[in-house]
């Protein structure tokens, strides 16, 4: 059974930095691509960052571009998502996500709980 396991949210000032971190397991975690998506209130979820399988290319929501750095160690099972120059328009709840084709880039039907990301003014 696969398992995603977010953390690192929390509340920080606007111009702080995060990084959050999902722990997978259940399967090999190194075919699988990986994804991470947001959700604020009264919002539909829209992805932040993915990944390849490999770690080769990456994906970032044109918001985020620049700002937010999606990784993963494939030996220890984790992907991560650095937050640099938040904004309160960052504020959400973040879930990584993973497909269940391995080595493609979706769709995504495994999901973490979420860890929620307050950016303060």
């Known amino acids: 059974q696969v398992q995603l396991v977010e953390s690192g949210g929390g509340l920080v000032q606007a111009g702080d930095s995060l990084r959050l971190s999902c722990a997978a397991s259940?399967?090999?975690?190194?075919?699988?691509?990986m994804g991470w998506f947001r959700q604020a209130p009264g919002k539909e979820r829209e992805i932040v960052a993915a990944?390849?399988?490999?770690?080769?290319?990456?994906h970032y929501e044109e918001s985020v571009k620049g700002r937010f750095t999606i990784s993963r160690d494939n030996a220890k099972n984790m992907v991560y998502l650095q937050m640099n120059s938040l904004t309160p328009q960052d504020t959400a709840t973040y879930y990584c996500?993973?497909?269940?084709?391995?080595?493609?880039?979706?769709?995504?039907?495994?999901w973490g709980q979420g860890t929620r990301v307050t950016v303060s003014s």
């Open positions: 259940g399967r090999t975690f190194s075919s699988y691509a």
């Open positions: 990944i390849t399988w490999d770690g080769e290319m990456t």
């Open positions: 996500a993973t497909p269940n084709i391995p080595k493609v880039p979706g769709p995504y039907v495994y």
